[in-house]
C-alpha cells in the first residue's frame, strides 16, 4: 500500500517529462509528509480537446466517486488494488475513462518487528520523479450554488500491486510504478484497450521497483503536522 509520500518540487520540474500543456495556478507548495485527504498535484489528459490537453491539476487523495453522497467516503480509497479494478463498482468507470498519473519524490513505509514499527523512504536512486499510477473522479458540492467555484472537488487514488523483490521484504503491496512510455498509455484518454495497458504497466512496475534506494527514515514521520526535508534524510545510528 501508500499511505503517505513526498513531493519535494513542484511544476515543471516534478512533470517535465510527461510534457504537461497546461498548469494549475494553485499548486500546493512541496511536502514531505503527504496524507490520504491532503492536496496535491496530479496530471491527467483531458478529452475535451482534440488532441488530449495534459493538464497539471490540484486534486485530494481519496477518491470520491460522483455518486457519493459524502466526500468523507474518500478517506477509505486512497489506495486501489490494481488486480480488481474491474470488479469494484467505485474504480471501474475511472479505470475506463478517468486515468491519472501521481508524481512523487518517493514514498513511505513501515516494517513491524516485535510490534515496533520503523518508517522507510523509498525513492528513485538518481533523484528523478517517482511516477505512480492513479484513478480520478470529479464530486459535485450539490449544497454550493452552480456559480460557486469550489461546487467541484477532484479527488484520485493510487493504485497498487503485489510487491517484489527488495520492497518486498519492507510490505506485501507497493505503488504501480510507471516509466514514462507507460505513463504516456496509462493517460491517454481515446485508448480502447484500457485492461491491456493496465496489465502492461502491472507487468512493466517490477522492474521499476528493482532500481528503487530504501533507508530507514525518523518516526516523525508518522505524526502527518511533521513536515520538513529531515524527514527523508537516513536516520543516523
Known amino acids: 500500500?501508500?499511505?503517505?509520500?513526498?513531493?519535494?518540487?513542484?511544476?515543471?520540474?516534478?512533470?517535465?517529462?510527461?510534457?504537461?500543456?497546461?498548469?494549475?495556478?494553485?499548486?500546493?507548495e512541496p511536502s514531505y509528509n503527504v496524507a490520504p485527504t491532503a492536496r496535491v498535484a496530479i496530471v491527467l489528459d483531458s478529452a475535451k480537446t482534440e488532441p488530449p490537453t495534459r493538464r497539471l491539476e490540484v486534486a485530494r487523495w481519496g477518491l470520491v466517486p460522483g455518486w457519493?453522497?459524502?466526500?468523507?467516503?474518500?478517506?477509505?480509497?486512497?489506495?486501489?488494488?490494481s488486480e480488481e479494478l474491474e470488479d469494484k463498482p467505485m474504480f471501474r468507470s475511472a479505470l475506463e475513462k478517468r486515468r491519472a498519473v501521481v508524481p512523487t519524490s518517493g514514498?513511505?513505509?513501515?516494517?513491524?518487528?516485535?510490534?515496533?514499527?520503523?518508517?522507510?523512504?523509498?525513492?528513485?536512486?538518481?533523484?528523478?520523479?517517482?511516477?505512480m499510477a492513479g484513478l480520478y473522479e470529479w464530486w459535485r458540492d450539490k449544497a454550493k450554488?452552480?456559480?460557486?467555484?469550489?461546487?467541484?472537488?477532484?479527488?484520485?487514488?493510487?493504485l497498487t500491486r503485489d510487491s517484489i523483490g527488495h520492497l518486498g521484504s519492507i510490505h506485501d503491496r507497493m505503488p504501480l510504478f510507471l516509466d514514462p512510455d507507460?505513463?504516456?498509455a496509462w493517460l491517454?484518454?481515446?485508448?480502447?484497450?484500457?485492461?491491456?495497458?493496465?496489465?502492461?504497466?502491472i507487468d512493466a512496475a517490477p522492474a521499476l521497483a528493482e532500481t528503487l534506494d530504501e533507508h530507514v527514515v525518523s518516526r516523525d514521520v508518522g505524526n502527518v503536522r511533521n513536515d520538513s526535508p529531515v524527514l527523508i534524510e537516513p536516520l543516523s545510528g
Open 145 to 158: 450554488a452552480d456559480d460557486d467555484p469550489d461546487r467541484w472537488m477532484l479527488s484520485f487514488t493510487i
Open 1 to 28: 500500500m501508500c499511505g503517505r509520500f513526498v513531493v519535494a518540487s513542484v511544476g515543471s520540474e516534478l512533470v517535465g517529462v510527461l510534457r504537461v500543456d497546461v498548469e494549475a495556478e494553485d499548486l500546493p
Open 68 to 81: 457519493a453522497k459524502d466526500p468523507k467516503i474518500g478517506a477509505r480509497a486512497f489506495n486501489a488494488r
Open 107 to 131: 514514498y513511505y513505509e513501515w516494517t513491524t518487528i516485535d510490534g515496533v514499527k520503523t518508517p522507510h523512504y523509498i525513492h528513485p536512486a538518481d533523484g528523478s520523479p517517482l511516477l
Open 188 to 201: 491517454d484518454p481515446t485508448t480502447d484497450n484500457v485492461g491491456d495497458v493496465l496489465d502492461a504497466a
Open 182 to 184: 507507460h505513463a504516456d
